[in-house]
């Protein structure tokens, strides 16, 4: 199994904006086919910084070249509409995770 992961950082003030934002691109990423399951989590941590809220997409398949076609076809251009529509309020990364045990 693989889990592709993105990690939001935002705004706190942009919470409920985003959020539903976010609900948007999940439905968008089960819609492509690529995936069988995605969540929203909340990142919890005592690092954060006040005003700052941070959200996580798992994105979860068993074929890694899945993930391959999702970041190349759909996620590069979701991504751009982050930065356009909240410039320097939102910020991503995302890491691929395998499954061993």
């Known amino acids: 199994m693989y889990i592709y992961n993105t990690t ?3 705004d706190k003030i942009l919470e409920v904006e985003f959020g539903a934002w976010l609900r948007d691109y999940r ?3 089960l819609a ?6 995605a969540r ?3 990142v919890r941590s005592d690092h954060m910084e006040e005003g700052v809220t941070a959200r996580a997409l ?4 068993s074929d890694n070249g899945n993930v ?4 190349s076809d759909v996620e590069t251009h ?3 509409e982050i930065f356009r529509r909240w410039p ?10 395998e499954e061993i045990d």
């Not at 492509?32 to 399951?37: C, M, P, S, W, Y």
């Not at 391959?68 to 970041?71: A, G, S």
């Not at 320097?88 to 995770?97: E, G, H, P, W």
């Open 8 to 10: 939001f950082h935002l």
């Open 27 to 29: 439905a968008k990423a």
């Open 32 to 37: 492509t086919g690529l995936f069988d399951t």
């Open 40 to 42: 929203i989590l909340a």
């Open 58 to 61: 798992h994105l979860e398949t």
């Open 68 to 71: 391959e076609r999702w970041v």
């Open 78 to 80: 979701c991504l751009s």
């Open 88 to 97: 320097q309020r939102v910020v991503a990364f995302s890491t691929l995770l």
